[in-house]
């Protein structure tokens, strides 16, 4: 049981894009009901949240263009399933994130609706509106392309209309405009329905980055600032972590009024060692992005990932190479943050753009008939053909899905690996660019890590000060050995060591 929240920071999260994951009605479609089957999954792998993708009324699959922000999508439940979602996930220590999006909505939204009939409907100024002249004079016509959406010209007509709209994302999602009073006590009566109504505890925060345009993107702290008032005035416990798609430095000042932030340069960093078998300085640039983080909040959470629904998954990044699977997961389950494992990554499910491609449904067994698996796109990557099912893998301890699991109960069960706050990093020089290693220091007990990037076996010797690092906590190859001091790792492998 959830008891503490205040004192309840999850240490592995686990981001389930709900339209995949589990069907619990035979339409194809996942549902919540489906994720509600799969909770005692969940909590035997040690998963402690669940980040949901969004669940509102929309008429994409994805969702992120909601038309209601009070009500389930029909083809995922009801607000009582969700109720009983979140009663069933708390009874198993189960924290729920929901995916709030803040910055757009759907161009049937009502709210754009009446704001399209008119330009002197009251909710006009809920959006961005501007004749092409003005958008010319002030040189905002054109952007440039970005990791999070490759939208040109975010200006987009609306039909016998003077003024055309601002959609950063396509123009199917207009973006808000939070200069708007009333639009901020709209969203003001949607937090506290789903904190305090419905009792989710947190939000996961899409486009935090862009909630104002770029050319009053000055006014985003301002935003969030009011976001994290009203949030810690209503639920002071409530746990908001926020996707902010940029280099650490932009990332650090949204952790002035957010618990957490996406930390996607050490994504991107993990995916070019993986790739390169080499070390590019990680943990020393971890180490300078904690410093900038805590200058703006010394109990930042950095919410850490290998890849998200946004990414080619990482079992594709490496080619479907099991022992860089398995790397990848070492890597991220044993450095500080709190790692959120997209749904499927502990099967090493494959994927690569386009978008659904990426979303592919979840492989509960080798049954080709089998009723919890999704079927609304017939998947191209993660097939029967090419990956073994969770059913198959339960039963091989040699399994991706054994190592996650193995790696996730020692995460939990060693406090120099489960800290989140503060993160207790420092730097292992090992002399060879081959190699990873760090330290997670703790007051009782640190814990020693070393990974080998490479494809070839090393054999490690460790510094003088780190020899009495001697108990194996974890092996990821049974054939890592000591020999007179020396650490004989085989390709991809990795130790922890006390």
Known sequence: MITDKTKFIPRVCYEIFVRSFCDSNGDGIGDLNGIISKLDYLRDLGIEAIWLTPVHPSPSYHKYDVVDFYEIDPEYGTLNDFRNLLSQAHERGIAVYLDLIVNHISTLHPWFIEASKSPDNPYRKFFWWMTPEKIEELGIGKRETSADSDEVYPWHDNPGDEEQFYGMFWKGMPDLNYDSEELRFELSKIIYFWLIDIGVDGFRLDAARHIYPPWVEYNNQ???????????????????????WAPAAEVAPYFKNLNGAFHFDLSFALQRILIKEKDENLIAKLLESYLLFAKYNPLFVDATILTNHDQDRIGSVVANNTGKIKLAASVLLTLPGQPYIYYGEELGMLGTKPDPYIREPFL?????????????IQSEFSTLKNIQPLAQ???????????????????????????????????????????????????????????????????VQLPEEKKNFKTVLFASDKIVSEVNSSWNLPPFASLVLC
């Open 364 to 376: 509960w067994t080798e049954k080709a008939d089998d009723p919890d698996r999704t079927a609304w």
């Open 222 to 244: 301002n935003f969030w600032w009011y976001f994290d008032y009203f949030v810690r005035n209503i639920k002071p416990e409530a746990y908001t972590v926020g996707e902010i």
């Open 393 to 459: 893998q339960e039963a091989d301890p040699q399994s991706v899905f054994n190592h996650y699991k193995t790696l996730i109960a020692l995460r939990k069960s060693e406090p120099a690996l489960g800290q989140t706050i503060a993160p207790n990093l420092l730097n292992v020089h090992l002399l060879d660019d081959e190699l990873l290693a760090y330290l997670r220091p703790n007051v009782d007990k640190s814990v020693l890590i070393i990974h080998n990037l490479s494809g070839n076996a090393k054999t």
